[in-house]
């Protein structure tokens, strides 16, 4: 579901561009935000504040590998594992990632707290091996750093350390 | 629009392209309004040279808009930035902000007449946008796909409109060209293609990191004088100058310019100069399956040759990497390359091709012995 709230986002959204047609993908990325993915639901919603098909909007969020149409872990952890990363080592980097939160490419938490992909280049090439947690920039990492920033989310949500 | 001519600027996003011709033929058309995209979709893996200009210093590139706006005739911009990239996008946005109160941007700036407006739009993960008509595609709201052209954008671009898409650092030379004077700017660096080029250098270098260079700067300096060479003590193998799609260069073959008219007849691209190093630690098999483990992940699978080409060459390449390699495997990579070399609907694939021909070129051996031996020297 929608509400008016965020209709209302989408609406200034919409006024950025000549066209409504632009609003899909920054609408779709809004809702992800607010929501954590994006539903099935919402994409109906979307088609008849856009006032296009729904297909058009199921097609767009499909294609956009940062768009999540299942739900997604609180923590999303994003290791790059592009060629200048893994000239330092990235793929040891979340093989170490994977075995301390005990998940595999894809997969989310029992406590739904962390989920974990490999990814494209980052751009931070210069500054590798590097990660993205949620929206926010790592880098330069190595497994203790790494450790730590998994451990302060951790200490921050439950009070106490693993 | 005569200086920008004058000045000799090629578009820094790859291909090259002269900016002022690009920007005449826009301007030609009669059509209104025109459009002006900003190209910051940096996701060439190796590449991060827009991230600081889009992160520490937004205004530049809104002043490198406004000028191109006002001399294009064009009152609209839009800047295409990478979902990757949310600071840069809330930086972005604070100094578009920043820039409509000082009068800067909106109806009439500094009550001059001229009118021009920007604003951001951010994509969602996708590498095949930062092909132009698939960046035009994804901000009307589709799928990134490419076009075909003709038509070109500076007739038919974004809402049917001219457009002139343009990348963050070729937008962020105007205005110093419009300071110094394209004369003079055409004086810094090579002669074809002149002024100041970012370079950002990753790999196996003592200090990685972004280096803005004249245009033409020797590749061997950049990575041993201004990079600090190699390090760990270790031993140049291979250099990869302009970002993952460009063919990869031995060792022995570094000494040369970097710049569009060189590097071609050096057997490699400048490419978005990105320049990734490798020491002698470094299994080329395994680098190569991992650049196409990559294409074939953002083809956009909109023509054959791409989308099966990469999916056959990534799996031909998991077999000789992982030493399940056939006799016949180097052969039949190398065709499948050859097949999809031109025959591509946009540079993806061609950047596919190039890179395992390159590979197979310089480092056959190493190719042989994971099929022979199971595995190389380097024992991965
Ligand atoms: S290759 Fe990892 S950030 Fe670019």
């Known amino acids: 579901m929608i509400d008016e709230n965020m209709r209302q986002t989408i609406e200034g959204l919409i006024k950025k561009f000549p066209c409504r047609d632009s609003a899909v993908v920054p609408s779709l990325s809004y809702i992800q935000k607010v929501k954590g993915h994006i539903s099935e639901n919402d994409m109906e919603d979307l088609a008849i504040i856009l006032q296009f098909p729904e297909a058009r909007i199921f097609s767009a969020a499909s294609f956009y590998s940062m768009l999540k149409l299942m739900p997604k872990a609180r923590y999303h952890i994003q290791v790059c594992t592009n060629v200048s990363c893994s000239l330092v080592e990235t793929e040891t980097l979340f093989d170490h990632i994977s075995g301390k939160l005990g998940i595999g490419e894809g997969e989310i938490t029992p406590d739904g707290l962390f989920s974990l992909e490999s990814v494209e280049c980052l751009g931070s090439c210069g500054y590798a091996p590097a990660m993205m947690v949620n929206s926010e920039h790592y880098e330069n990492l190595n497994f203790k750093k790494a450790d730590e920033i998994i451990e302060l989310i951790i200490k921050e949500f439950t009070g106490k350390y693993p | 629009m005569e200086e920008i001519k004058r000045s000799g600027l090629r578009g820094r996003g790859g291909a090259g392209f002269p900016t002022g011709m690009k920007w005449s033929f826009a301007k030609a058309d009669p059509k209104f309004p025109k459009y002006l995209l ?44 990478r979902g990757e990239y949310p600071a840069a996008a809330d930086i972005l946005n604070a100094a578009i902000k920043q820039a409509y109160e000082a009068n800067y941007l909106g109806d009439n700036i500094n009550g001059k007449g001229v009118k021009f407006h920007l604003a951001v739009h951010q994509g969602a993960g996708a590498y095949i946008c930062g092909e132009e008509t698939a960046l035009i595609e994804s901000i009307e709201g589709k799928k990134g796909q490419p076009r075909n052209k003709p038509p070109f954008p500076v007739n038919v671009g ?3 409109m001219p457009t002139i898409v343009n990348n963050v650092e070729t937008l962020s030379n105007l205005p110093y060209i419009i300071e110094i004077g394209g004369e003079a700017y055409s004086n810094i660096g090579s002669k074809e293609c002149p002024g100041p080029k970012l370079f950002c250098v990753s790999g196996h270098v003592k200090k990685p990191g972004v280096y803005e260079l004249p245009m033409g700067t020797n590749l061997k300096d950049i990575i041993y004088i201004h990079a ?28 040369c310019a970097m710049d569009f008219v060189a590097m071609p007849k050096a057997g490699s691209m ?87 021909m390159g590979m197979i070129k310089h480092f056959k051996n190493e190719f042989e012995e994971h099929i022979k031996n199971g595995r190389c020297a380097l024992s991965c």
Do not use: Q
Not at chain 2, 228 to 234: A, C, L, N, Q, V
Not at chain 2, 236 to 251: E, F, M, N, Q, W
Not at chain 2, 270 to 284: F, K, N, Q, R
């Open chain 2, 158 to 160: 974004a809402w049917s």
């Open chain 2, 38 to 81: 900003c190209n910051a979709d940096e996701g060439e893996p190796g590449t991060f040279k827009d991230r600081p200009i889009l992160e520490k210093n937004p205004h530049l590139l809104i002043e490198g808009m406004v000028i191109s706006g006002y001399v294009l005739g064009s009152e609209y911009g839009y800047i295409y930035l």
């Open chain 2, 228 to 255: 600090g060479g190699i390090r760990d003590g270790g031993k140049l193998k291979a250099v990869i100058p302009g970002g993952i799609s460009t063919p990869v260069l031995p060792a022995d073959a570094i000494d």
């Open chain 2, 270 to 356: 400048l490419g978005s100069g990105a320049v990734i190093v490798m020491d002698d630690s470094v299994c080329m098999v395994r680098v190569a399956y991992r650049a196409l483990k990559f294409f074939e992940h953002e083809s956009c699978g909109k023509c054959v040759p791409c989308r099966e080409g990469t999916d056959w060459l990534r799996k031909v390449l998991a077999r000789v990497e992982k030493g399940k390699g056939k006799d016949g495997d180097i052969e039949l990579l190398s065709d499948i390359a050859e097949i999809m070399m031109g025959r591509t609907f946009c540079p993806l694939g061609d950047g596919a091709a190039g890179v395992v």
